[in-house]
């Protein structure tokens, strides 16, 4: 079946500084491909949307300048946080739609984000 | 938009007997349900899904039904087991570009 490979799985880092985490569709092309934060028992929230090749679409209240995501290729999405700081701290997880199958869609194991 | 609410929030079973969570939606124009399971510090996962042209469908221990006039959907756990203690969302999704989740729903299985 459809894999998506998330990296790193955690990551912690100092104020100020930006990270970077990956998202990989392994043994399927993602043309689409969508970015989540959750908050501890809550539900996914929706940060952005990107298809391949074009810039990401990103819902109300996300800042672009501050989560930068770029869908380079059909298999790797990239969501960096740019001068994290602590309130950034969260489960970041990715999600690929492919062209088969179109409807479904396959996470990520998420990230988990500490900013001191 | 299209807005999904789940309930119940938290749900606690006896080992061997059936659950059930239960979501609505709002737009009509929603033709995809899946339901994921999401276990603590990972990702969800997929463990069943139903197309509007389908009332109802099974796989093993786990069913899901839809009624589109009332616009609800649920779904069903048998015969539970320690295992499916997790957490459990729905969504819906019109055109498979947009998904749209309901708040999840904290499954404990008591042994």
């Known amino acids: 079946g459809a894999v998506v490979s998330q990296h790193p799985s955690r990551v912690i880092c100092k104020s100020g500084t930006s990270v970077k985490i990956e998202c990989r569709s392994l043994d399927f092309q993602a043309t689409t491909m969508f970015w989540y934060r959750q908050f501890p028992k809550q539900s996914l929230m929706l940060m952005a949307t990107s298809n391949e090749g074009s810039k990401a679409t990103y819902e109300q209240g996300v800042e672009k300048d501050k989560f930068l995501i770029n869908h380079a290729s059909l298999t790797l999405s990239t969501l960096t946080v740019t001068s994290a700081h602590p309130e950034d701290s969260s489960f970041y997880i990715c999600?690929?739609?492919?062209?088969?199958?179109?409807?479904?869609?396959?996470f990520g194991a998420g990230s988990r984000l500490t900013v001191l | 938009g299209e807005n999904v609410e789940q309930h119940p929030s938290t749900l606690s079973v006896q080992e061997g007997d059936s659950a059930v969570i239960k979501c609505t939606y709002s737009d009509s124009a929603s033709n995809y349900f899946p339901w994921y399971k999401q276990e603590l510090g990972k990702g969800p996962q997929l463990i069943i899904d139903?197309?509007?042209?389908?009332g109802e469908k099974k796989d093993q221990r786990i069913a899901v039904t839809l009624n589109k006039t009332a616009k609800h959907f649920s779904l069903h756990i048998t015969e539970t087991q320690p295992e499916d203690s997790a957490v459990y969302f729905c969504a819906a999704s019109i055109t498979g570009n947009q998904f749209y989740f309901g708040t999840g729903t904290s499954l404990t299985v008591i042994p």
């Open positions: 139903i197309r509007s042209n389908v």
């Open positions: 999600s690929a739609k492919g062209s088969l199958g179109a409807n479904v869609l396959t």
